[in-house]
């Protein structure tokens, strides 16, 4: 009953993302209970952000941890071989997958030839972004999402919302209905523990029959070929050393130089993401199961994805290379707290999502070029970045470099406007006509509708014809 | 420099800048060819119209000791911006230049350390926007010189932090968005219980003041150049 009820929700496509952008941002707006299940999140978010920063010296950190990826960016080719070579010599397989393609191909080749039938996941954004679990159910695999959000994701035939806690825009008695579904009975506790605790029971039955675990990577160590696994769950653990095969798929830029840079940002990293000042669980996988040791899988695989990520170095956007994945920027925004990372249509949400999305999809891809427009620049994404990214400052020159229809339209208009407002008598011809034009249109101090690209203004709010304005 | 939008929908706030400044004994020049920094193209993705536009504006303001402009936005562009606008042009030194010499109205004041000595005002509450706030990296000189006007009262707001929603294109791209954002704000100031809120940019006030007014949240709204010029 529940594989069959699990079946029905294989990994959802992207491509299923319904209506504009715009559409998204108002189907979200008039969701009441997603408005309260988001505020909740983003204040306690905010919260904890000042006691980061009070005792623990958070903004001292972030210096710190923006000059180790900065550094880690510029040496990438050099670390990425280290790990890799050291990884081999650790008794690991390495990979690296120029795209989502190769990725995918990889893995499911892999489950084939070891005949697995049940795979278990932990959190893992590479894999979202990836698709895998889409080429997965299609290569008749079943896919069992073990982190507790993707669980209940899974069970919603949803994407995640954010990049850290993908079901923060569910409230409790929504997760409880999900688990009600899933398990075909009433008998589902309500409250907090009791949902947790059956979660727990219902997912580790699925471990047992894994014969593959995936993870997800947050760091790569150069120097002693170890991956680093981050999580306050336990699943991801459990992940990386019941079954039989390890594979861990990792976005090509997660990768330090050394422990000394591995310590800081393991440290930053939940400082940022949930305000602790640590993990409750931090997993380091050097290599599979050795002579003599007693648990650990048989074989690990780690998974190193290019995904257009290479491209970026040395570009103008190279510094999005430097993101840990945190998701700070996400709670940070008002555009994400508002409208919850599904708006977005695609598996990196908030800003780092609108940068990253066209960039790795390329700018007239029609599921993401209008992305870095959902933003008012208001800058709090960077100031809330842990690694010192200017999002604000990419997000405009994504704009710059966004192709789509409604931006050629606007470029038209735009340059009109620069002929006529780099001359001072041109300029002051189109003040006067506008003035007039509200004047005339003006009722009691107030424009109600504009027309053409204003109508866009007027929707939703007046336009003052005289200053200050009337009440 | 008069800034597009008061040009647009409030000539009242860059006269007022001008009275302030003058009353506090600044010798005041407001070249007329004069006509916007370029931000609006360059944050809706089109550096090379922007570029042209603010080709003008460092022409216009080329020699002045400092240029002084009523909004924090078009300041932040000017500073912020032009370096990476400018970059690798031919005239990237000039673009530099005008960047060091321009400053917020009352960043200027701060920074002179100047009184225009305005007329009492009541309770008001401040709206800090984003650009004054975290790219001019700013919140005390409003609120200093606020402090200076005989009986004014600021009732700071919940969230003040918080964008209002403007963010130029993007209200005209994702209205609904942006509209629900101003509403927020507008209720946040006026919970102050503070009949007017009072911002160093006209654009964040045209939108709250919109939002309001069509909601029907009792707001006024004034510039802070209209209370410290008064």
Redesign the interface.
């Known amino acids: 009953m529940s594989t069959r009820r699990r079946r029905r929700n294989p990994g959802v496509a992207y491509s299923d993302v319904k209506g504009t952008l715009r559409d998204r941002t108002v189907d979200a707006l008039r969701d009441p209970t997603l408005a309260d299940n988001l505020r909740t999140a983003g204040d306690s978010w905010g919260a904890g952000r000042e006691v980061m920063k009070r005792d623990f010296g958070f903004d001292q950190m972030r210096d710190r941890a923006r000059d180790i990826r900065r550094s880690n960016i510029r040496n990438m080719p050099a670390l990425l071989a280290e790990l890799q070579s050291n990884v081999r010599a650790n008794g690991g397989v390495v990979v690296r997958a120029a795209d989502a393609d190769e990725a995918c191909r990889y893995i499911t080749d892999l489950a084939r030839a070891r005949g697995a039938r049940v795979v278990a996941k932990s959190k893992s954004m590479a894999t979202e972004e990836i698709k895998l679990n889409e080429a997965m159910e299609h290569a008749g695999l079943e896919v069992v999402e073990t982190d507790l959000g993707e669980w209940i994701i899974q069970l919603a035939n949803e994407h995640p919302s954010h990049i850290i806690a993908p079901a923060v825009h569910l409230n409790r008695d929504q997760v409880a209905a999900l688990f009600r579904d899933e398990a075909g009975t009433d008998d589902v506790p309500t409250d907090r523990e009791g949902l947790v605790a059956h979660a727990r029971v219902r997912l580790r039955e699925k471990f047992a029959q894994a014969e593959i675990g995936i993870s997800g990577v947050n760091l790569g160590v150069a120097s002693t070929g170890t991956v680093c696994i981050v999580e306050n769950e336990g699943n991801a653990r459990l992940v990386t050393s019941q079954p039989r095969i390890h594979v861990a798929v990792m976005g090509m830029e997660r990768v330090v130089a050394d422990w000394d840079e591995a310590a800081h940002i393991l440290q930053v990293l939940p400082m940022a993401a949930i305000s602790q000042d640590a993990a409750n669980y931090v997993s380091l996988i050097t290599g599979p199961r050795r002579e003599g040791e007693t648990d650990g899988p048989e074989e690990f695989h780690l998974v190193i994805i290019d995904g257009g990520r290479g491209a970026l170095r040395g570009s103008e956007f190279e510094e999005v290379l430097s993101c840990i994945r945190c998701g700070a920027c996400l709670y940070s925004c008002p555009m994400w707290q508002n409208v919850g990372g599904q708006a977005y249509g695609s598996p990196y949400s908030g800003p780092i999502g609108a940068i990253i999305t066209p960039l790795l999809e390329g700018p007239s891809s029609p599921g993401s070029r209008d992305l870095p427009f959902m933003s008012t620049l208001c800058g709090a994404c960077g100031d809330a970045c842990p690694v010192g990214i200017p999002l604000p400052d990419l997000l405009v020159r994504a704009r710059a470099r966004s192709s789509s229809p409604a931006k050629r339209k606007a470029g038209l208009a735009f340059r009109v406007w620069s002929l006529l407002w780099r001359r001072g008598v041109t300029y002051r011809l189109t003040m006067i006509g506008w003035r007039l034009g509200l004047r005339i249109r003006g009722r009691g101090g107030w424009v109600h509708r504009l027309p053409g690209p204003g109508s866009g203004w007027t929707k939703v709010r007046d336009m003052p014809s005289k200053w200050p304005p009337r009440r | 420099m008069r800034t ?1 939008l008061s ?7 860059w006269k007022a800048t001008r009275r302030a400044l003058e009353r506090a004994g600044v010798e005041v020049k407001v070249p ?5 920094c370029g931000q ?11 570029r ?2 603010a ?2 504006t460092i022409k ?1 303001f080329a020699g002045s000791d400092e240029v002084v402009v009523p909004s924090g936005s078009c300041a932040g562009m000017v500073i912020h ?1 032009f370096p ?1 606008l400018f970059a690798g042009q031919p005239d990237e030194d000039d673009a530099l230049d005008l960047a060091l010499r321009t400053i917020e109205f009352t960043q200027f004041l701060a920074k002179h350390d100047l009184d225009p000595r305005a007329k009492a005002c009541g309770a008001l509450t401040v709206h800090d926007s ?2 004054m ?3 001019l990296d700013e919140n005390e000189s409003p609120r200093d010189a606020l402090a200076k006007v005989p009986g004014c009262e600021v009732r700071e707001m919940a969230h003040t ?3 209002c ?18 509403e927020q704000k507008a209720q946040a100031a006026a919970a102050t219980g503070a009949p007017e809120v009072v911002s160093c940019d006209l654009g964040c006030l ?2 709250i ?3 309001a ?2 909601t029907g949240i ?5 510039h802070i150049s ?1 209370v410290l010029g008064s």
Do not use: Y
């Open positions: 597009c040009d647009a929908i409030a000539p009242k706030v007329r060819g004069q006509t916007c609006p193209a360059w944050t809706a993705g089109h550096p090379d119209q922007a042209a536009v080709r003008h216009v911006a990476e984003c650009h706030l975290r790219v932090d918080q964008c929603g403007f963010g130029g294109v993007f209200a005209l791209n994702f209205p609904e968005l942006s509209g629900r954002l101003g045209m939108h003041a919109g939002r007014h069509r009792p707001l006024r709204a004034r209209e």
